[in-house]
């Protein structure tokens, strides 16, 4: 029988690295695509490979032609039965300050990338009896922020994009669902972050592995919009019903403080 694969897209850390190792806890082969010289190799110590096969595939994402480079070797050398559009970035600055590279990145990677790469693995998966998507979103999704502009703008696109396709193939053997996850911890800076905000910041707060855990078992149970837990569920329901006129401008005054802290403490 031909092996099936799992393709991961930013696997080299954080919650790309949680989902690799979730995964190969079910004995899912892997193609990890990461950065250059960003640890994706490392990873593969942590996995029991006496009972999976582990691909890696280096490369930038952000730059088209190593997105159709990437989907072509995939589709070329394995059966992929379930991709993981994980690879993401964002930032908090004043957008007169963003430049060109810093945008066009975001845009690249969040938006262009993600679609490209679902786009040219879909026929693939389309070959399998079962295959299943999940994109990772954000609760950034469900508001506009003030000092972040372009990224809840570009996690929107995947959250409509993903329900979007979710029912345009419902009538066939891919599954398509989407994560949004609030806080993370995924390193003390993070954490400390985080706790400046506040309380409200803290809600849903969760670790990348329980986050890639929880995000894997309900999409074996195919449910589409995947909610965390109830702390990820109440934040969304806040971001229903709150009143973006008070919405807005609390959370981009909490993301205005942390530049400002930022700022002195740089100083």
């Known amino acids: 029988m031909e092996k099936e694969y799992a393709l ?7 919650l790309g690295k949680s989902f690799a190792l979730e995964l190969s806890k ?6 990890l695509v990461g950065l250059p010289n960003e640890g994706l190799r490392e990873i593969i110590s942590e996995i029991n490979t006496s009972d999976i096969d582990v691909q890696i595939h280096e490369t930038d994402l952000t730059l088209e032609h190593n997105v159709i480079e990437m989907t072509k070797w995939a589709n070329a050398n394995f059966k992929i039965f379930m991709l993981i559009n994980n690879a993401g970035i964002g930032g908090s600055k004043e957008f007169i300050d963003a430049d060109i590279s810093y ?18 693995l879909l ?10 998507i999940l994109n990772v979103s954000s609760m950034a ?19 409509h994009f ?13 599954f398509v669902s989407v994560v949004n996850p609030g806080p993370m911890k995924t390193n003390e800076e993070v954490i400390k972050r985080i706790t400046n905000h506040g309380a409200l910041a803290k809600i849903g707060l969760l670790s990348p592995d329980k986050v890639a855990a929880i995000s894997i078992r309900q999409l074996l149970k195919r ?14 329901l806040l971001m229903k019903i709150i009143p973006i ?5 609390l959370m981009t005054r909490a993301v205005k403080k942390e530049l400002l802290l930022e700022k002195i403490i740089a100083t």
């Open 8 to 14: 991961i897209t930013g696997a080299s850390k954080g």
């Open 26 to 31: 079910l004995n899912i082969n892997l193609i």
């Open 103 to 120: 945008l066009s990145k975001i845009i690249q990677l969040n938006v262009l990338a993600l679609t490209l790469i679902t786009r040219a």
């Open 123 to 132: 026929p693939n998966l389309l070959l399998s009896p079962k295959s299943y």
């Open 141 to 159: 999704a469900f508001s506009p922020i003030g000092y972040k502009t372009v990224y809840p703008a570009s996690k929107a696109f995947v959250h």
């Open 162 to 174: 993903t329900r979007g396709l979710n029912q345009e193939l419902k009538d066939t053997n891919v």
């Open 223 to 236: 449910d589409d919009m995947i909610m965390l837990n109830f702390g990820n569920g109440l934040s969304w």
């Open 245 to 249: 006129w008070i919405r807005l401008p």
